[in-house]
């Protein structure tokens, strides 16, 4: 089994992600940057199959300088080596244009399966997964929250609103990641160790023979970033019960709130 | 030169789903501003009887891609039979709910037509011509207002974001005879509970977290049926096993906007504001008058969970 994990490096959810001066772009200047927890489960997934099924896991990223890191803990989780498409502007490109530098990618290396997150979570497109097995004109499936590898054969659970499907796809295939598939594991110190000698390749747009220009344009931009508007603190109930304290809650849900 | 809205529907065992609703009723306000025609498209088997109901939401007309094979959604036949129709129908604006196969079939076929998509957007405006969608970004501490330049564009709404509007269109269905092309996905079985509303679309959500202490949910469950609303966890009683993945609110679970939410026993950490920091009203009931739910909550009652929240159901059960 030769299995790709697509992984995006993204800032941590707890950090703050500003606004930039030209309210297009945001600032990520003092975030810490993690692995989407979607491709976490991806990473995870990929060595539990290798594990059952036998074969690698390959790493591969779109992404700056210090995607890199992102890429080194996968492999020091167990995945066995890396490519990082490293890019300066790659955030302005959109879920197409990643989708379509990592189909080039995947075009010249061996996949039976290609595992992605459901959605980054910088972007929240869920894009990217399915446009890359779109390009590869190969199936996917998505939000899968379990899987089994029979007779060459993959059988998914998906989940939907209010339940699961199961659907059986043909390999190579590529599926998304659901909270609920795997605990990602720990990097452990070994591992770390191990890692700093595995093979991480780092290449260009140019090196993979793409074109910068190619992506820089493809029919949408952002023309204004804002901040939610921001919800301000409400009113705590006070009273001397709870009897009264909800009596004045229900009340304001009516009148004011008009919620009930 | 395209023209005209395609709303695709999205119908479960003969019932659209209420995003379909307000993906039409978003698609026929477009369709006004931009002078053209709505028209609906529904795949399945059997359908066309309930394909009627469409006109109600402002469908001029209705395609209907009445086929077995369509039965179940399936990545491969739906964007092989849909992207035929837009061959056809040559559509500037495509619109559908961003509900989970609404998800999968938008991102397929943007990739396939090559066009932009504003996945999950809220809000859509027209100006100078051009499509700006509003999409929540970073787990919705950020709105981007996203300008759309491809020939058609997709847009895929954020299920109970946009209002519901009836406005009664002629509604005529025309049979579509759909070429269901090549599949690599075989439909094995499905379980759905349907007792349950889902989470996305429920008008009202009431959640737990660790505060529950344990996995009887029940005093949850009897506020949520009052009010027909659905129970929703933090992601740390989900951890604790009382409660299925499927529940969870927050950046790794479900996003939901009810217009009302109830957190019980939820501390407010940022992971779960995102998943739901766009309900309409949020009430807080925390034992603890630091927790940081209160700066978020509309309305808070300080207290154990389980003396007031049987008092919140008491007192609805006595208006209703
Ligand atoms: C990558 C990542 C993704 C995450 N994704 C999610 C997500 O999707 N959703 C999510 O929810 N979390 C998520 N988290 C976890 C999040 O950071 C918090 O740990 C979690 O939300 C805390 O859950 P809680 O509020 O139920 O528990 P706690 O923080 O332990 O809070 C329990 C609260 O209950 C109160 N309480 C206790 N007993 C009672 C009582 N009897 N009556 C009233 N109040 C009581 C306490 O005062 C306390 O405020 C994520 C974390 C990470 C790192
Ligand atoms: N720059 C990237 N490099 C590698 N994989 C990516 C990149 N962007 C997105 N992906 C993959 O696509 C998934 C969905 O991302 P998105 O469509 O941006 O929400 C992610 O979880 C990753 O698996």
């Known amino acids: 089994m030769e299995i790709v994990v697509l992984l995006k490096q993204v800032p941590a959810t707890e950090s703050f992600v500003g606004i930039a001066d030209d309210k297009v772009s945001v600032k990520t200047d003092d975030v810490k940057w993690v692995i989407n927890p979607y491709d976490e489960f991806a990473v995870e997934e990929a060595l539990r199959i290798k594990e059952a099924h036998g074969g690698s896991v390959t790493i591969v990223s779109v992404g700056r300088d210090k995607t890199a890191e992102a890429v080194r803990t996968a492999l020091a989780m167990g995945a066995d080596k890396g490519i990082l498409i490293k890019d300066t502007i790659s955030e302005k490109y959109d879920g197409l244009g990643i989708a379509r530098i990592l189909a080039a990618v995947l075009k010249d290396i061996p996949y039976d399966l290609i595992i992605a997150g459901q959605r980054a979570v910088d972007d929240d497109n869920f894009l990217v997964g399915t446009a890359v097995a779109e390009f590869l004109n190969i199936p996917n499936i998505s939000l899968v929250i379990k899987e089994e590898i029979i007779d060459g054969r993959i059988r998914c659970h998906r989940t939907i609103e209010g339940g699961t499907v199961v659907i059986e796809s043909s390999l190579p295939a590529l599926i998304t990641t659901q909270r609920g598939l795997n605990e990602p594991r720990y990097a452990s110190l070994p591992g770390i160790m191990k890692a700093k000698r595995k093979p991480l390749d780092v290449k260009t747009l140019a090196d993979i023979g793409l074109d910068v220009g190619q992506f820089e344009t493809s029919g949408m931009h952002i023309v204004s970033l804002k901040f939610p508007p921001e919800r301000k603190s409400g009113r705590i109930i006070e009273g001397e019960s709870a009897q009264v304290k909800v009596s004045e809650l229900l009340r304001a849900l009516r009148e004011e709130a008009k919620v009930i | 030169m395209s023209k005209g809205v395609l709303a695709i529907t999205e119908q479960l065992d003969g019932v659209f789903r209420k995003v379909t609703y307000e993906a039409l009723s978003e698609?026929?306000?477009?369709?006004?501003?931009?002078?053209?025609?709505?028209?609906?498209?529904?795949?399945?088997?059997?359908?066309?009887?309930?394909?009627?109901?469409?006109?109600?939401?402002?469908?001029?007309?209705?395609?209907?891609a009445d086929n077995p094979i369509l039965d179940e959604y399936l990545t491969d036949t739906y964007t092989n039979v849909i992207s035929d129709i837009i061959a056809s129908e040559n559509p500037a604006v495509i619109i559908l709910g961003a509900s989970m196969q609404g998800k999968d079939l938008s991102a397929r076929l943007a990739a396939r037509l090559n066009v932009s998509l504003a996945m999950d957007c809220v809000v859509i405006r027209i100006e100078d011509e051009k499509l700006i969608a509003t999409r929540p970004i970073y787990g919705g501490k950020i709105l981007a207002d996203i300008a759309m330049d491809t020939k058609p564009v997709i847009l895929a709404v954020r299920p109970n974001s946009m209002g519901i509007t009836e406005t009664d269109c002629a509604g005529d269905i025309e049979k579509y005879d759909a070429n269901i092309g090549q599949t690599n996905l075989k439909f094995i079985e499905k379980t759905l509970d349907t007792t349950k509303i889902e989470l996305t679309e429920a008008d009202m959500v009431v959640s737990g977290g660790r505060g529950m202490g344990g996995a009887d949910f029940s005093v949850l469950e009897e506020l949520a049926e009052m009010f027909g609303g659905a129970v929703g966890a933090s992601r740390s009683a989900v951890d604790e096993g009382w409660r299925p993945h499927a529940d969870q609110v927050g950046q790794t679970g479900k996003v939901v906007s009810p217009n009302l939410y109830i957190a019980c026993g939820i501390s407010g950490a940022i992971q779960h504001l995102a998943g739901m920091s766009s309900s309409k009203i949020i009430v807080a009931v925390n034992k603890d008058p630091e927790a940081p739910i209160f700066l978020k909550a509309d309305y808070g009652i300080v207290g154990d969970l389980f003396e007031i929240v049987p008092l919140i159901t008491e007192e609805i059960r006595k208006i209703k």
């Open chain 2, 27 to 64: 698609g026929r306000r477009i369709a006004d501003q931009l002078g053209c025609d709505l028209t609906a498209v529904v795949l399945g088997s059997n359908v066309e009887i309930i394909a009627a109901e469409l006109g109600k939401y402002g469908a001029d007309r209705i395609i209907a």
